[in-house]
């Protein structure tokens, strides 16, 4: 069983910065594919970035290509999302979930086996 605890989020107004992390415990960290999904009110829950087991391979939405950035630390099992250029649209609860063996990075929600508790993200305009 894998834990996932999420932390970084807050207020920040428009363009500017905050990074995500994500803690796993209770598993093999470098066994697990990792995305970042998130959710705003009224909305479905959509995949924001992923990232292969080995860190070598990464997938964005078209909305946040170029501003977001995923990346892990097996050696700390922890995965990160830096966000810049942040813009009110980006204000969601964002979850961190893990997707259990090798491959690429996993763009469907249906992939992931283990899901955090989520953080809250707000950009004022």
């Known amino acids: 069983q894998v834990q996932l605890v999420e932390s970084g989020g807050g207020l920040v107004q428009a363009g500017g910065s905050l990074r995500l992390a994500c803690a796993a415990s209770?598993?093999?960290?470098?066994?697990?594919?990792m995305g970042w999904f998130r959710q705003a009110p009224g909305k479905e829950r959509e995949l924001v970035a992923a990232?292969?087991?080995?860190?070598?391979?990464?997938y964005y939405a078209d909305s946040v290509k170029g501003r977001f950035t995923i990346s892990r630390d097996n050696a700390k099992n922890t995965v990160f999302l830096q966000m810049n250029v942040l813009k009110p649209e980006d204000t969601a609860v964002y979850s961190c979930?893990?997707?259990?063996?090798?491959?690429?990075?996993?763009?469907?929600?249906?992939?992931?086996?283990?899901w955090g508790q989520g953080t809250q993200v707000t950009v004022s305009s």
């Open positions: 979930a893990a997707a259990y063996g090798p491959g690429g990075p996993r763009t469907s929600s249906n992939e992931y086996d283990y």
């Open positions: 990232i292969s087991w080995s860190g070598g391979s990464t």
């Open positions: 209770g598993g093999t960290f470098s066994s697990y594919g």
